[in-house]
C-alpha cells in the first residue's frame, strides 16, 4: 500500500497533494492531510448548509500557508536568500529551549505542521471521538476569530498527542507548535518593536497574511468575499475599505518588513507583485442581510470580468 492508499485508508479522500513539502515523514504527512481534510468538511457545511458564498479560512489558505512557508525556509537554509532572519531566529529559539531543540532538518517538517493546524480554531471548538473511535472536531456553527488561536493550540496539541510522531518529537516540536500559532493574531497596525524582536514573529505574519494570499489559487475576489462574509457573520456587521482590501499584500507587506525588504520577498516567494486595484477607497459597512441577492461587485465598485 502507497502513501496516498493509506492516507486514504486511515481518514477518507484527501485534496491533492501539491508536491511542496520536501522532506516531510508520513506520520506528519497524515496529520497534514487530516487538518486539510478538517477545513474542506468545514467549507462544505458552511457553503452547502449554510448558503454562505464564499469563505477565506478553508483548506486553500492553509495550503497556501504551507507552501509559503516552505518556500522561505528552502530559500534561507540553502543559504540562497534570508530575508526575515529565519537562520538567526533558528539559531535563538534553540538557545532559548535548550530541552526541545530542533535541528535544521526537523525544523520544516515543525513548521509545516504548525501552519496546517494554526487555524482549527477558526472551525472547532474541540475535538471529540466519535462511535468509531476517529477523531472529529467539535465543528464551530460559523468562522470565529473571536479566541481561535487558543482553540488552534489546544487542538494542535490533542491531534500531535494522539498522532503516530515519534514521542520524541511529540516532546520538542510542540513547544515550537504552540508558540508559532500564538503568533498567527492578526494585529492591523504596523508591528511594535517589541513583536520585532519576537523569534519568528515576522516570518509567520508574513506567511499567513501574504503567502495565504500569493500562493492561494482561488481568485482575489473570492479570498476578499470570503473573509468579509466571515466577519458579517460572526460580528453581525463588518466596516472594511475596499481598497485596503483587495490591495492588501501590496499594502501591508511593506508594513510588516519595510519597503526594502517588500520587494525582497516576493523575490523569495518568486511571486511578481500583484497590479493594485481600482475599488472603493472609503469605509463601507456591511451586515448579514445585505447579502440576500447583493451584488457584491457593484458594492464594492468592482469590475466583475
Known amino acids: 500500500m502507497d502513501t496516498n492508499q493509506e492516507l486514504e485508508s486511515t481518514y477518507g ?5 501539491q508536491g ?4 516531510i515523514s508520513f506520520e506528519a504527512e497524515k496529520i497534514i492531510q487530516l487538518s486539510l481534510k478538517f477545513h474542506k468538511e468545514f467549507d462544505t457545511r458552511w457553503k452547502e448548509e449554510k448558503r454562505h458564498l464564499a469563505s477565506y479560512h478553508n483548506e486553500n489558505h492553509i495550503q497556501a500557508t504551507i507552501e509559503a512557508a516552505t518556500q522561505l525556509i528552502n530559500k534561507a537554509f ?3 536568500m534570508d530575508p526575515l532572519g529565519l537562520r ?3 539559531q535563538k529559539w534553540n538557545q532559548e529551549n535548550s530541552n526541545a531543540q530542533i535541528t ?7 513548521v509545516c505542521l504548525a501552519f496546517s493546524m494554526h487555524d482549527l480554531g477558526n472551525i472547532a471548538y474541540g475535538l471529540k471521538v466519535d462511535e468509531k473511535g476517529v477523531l472529529q472536531p467539535d465543528y464551530l456553527d460559523g468562522y470565529t476569530a473571536k479566541g481561535a488561536e487558543e482553540r488552534s493550540i489546544q487542538i494542535a496539541r490533542e491531534i500531535i498527542e494522539k498522532s503516530g510522531l515519534d514521542e520524541e518529537k511529540k516532546r520538542r516540536y510542540l513547544p515550537l507548535i504552540e508558540y508559532l500559532i500564538n503568533q498567527t493574531v492578526f494585529k492591523p497596525q504596523k508591528p511594535s518593536q517589541e513583536d520585532k524582536n519576537k523569534s519568528f514573529y515576522i516570518f509567520v505574519q508574513v506567511v499567513d497574511q501574504i503567502g495565504g494570499n500569493l500562493f492561494n489559487h482561488q481568485k482575489t475576489d473570492e479570498i476578499v468575499f470570503g473573509l468579509i462574509e466571515e466577519s458579517v457573520f460572526e460580528k453581525g456587521g463588518f466596516e472594511f475599505n475596499p481598497y485596503r482590501s483587495f490591495n492588501f499584500v501590496n499594502l501591508r507587506l511593506p508594513d510588516l518588513v519595510g519597503d526594502e525588504k517588500a520587494d525582497m520577498i516576493f523575490n523569495a516567494f518568486e511571486k511578481e507583485k500583484p497590479s493594485m486595484i481600482d475599488v472603493k477607497n472609503e469605509q463601507i459597512t456591511i451586515k448579514p442581510e445585505d447579502f ?6 457593484e458594492l464594492f465598485g468592482l ?3
Open 88 to 90: 538567526e531566529d533558528f
Open 104 to 110: 535544521e532538518s526537523e525544523f520544516l517538517e515543525a
Open 20 to 23: 511542496y513539502r520536501g522532506e
Open 292 to 297: 440576500k441577492g447583493v451584488n457584491l461587485f
Open 78 to 80: 540553502s543559504g540562497e
Open 13 to 17: 479522500v484527501f485534496p491533492e497533494k
Open 303 to 305: 469590475k466583475n470580468e
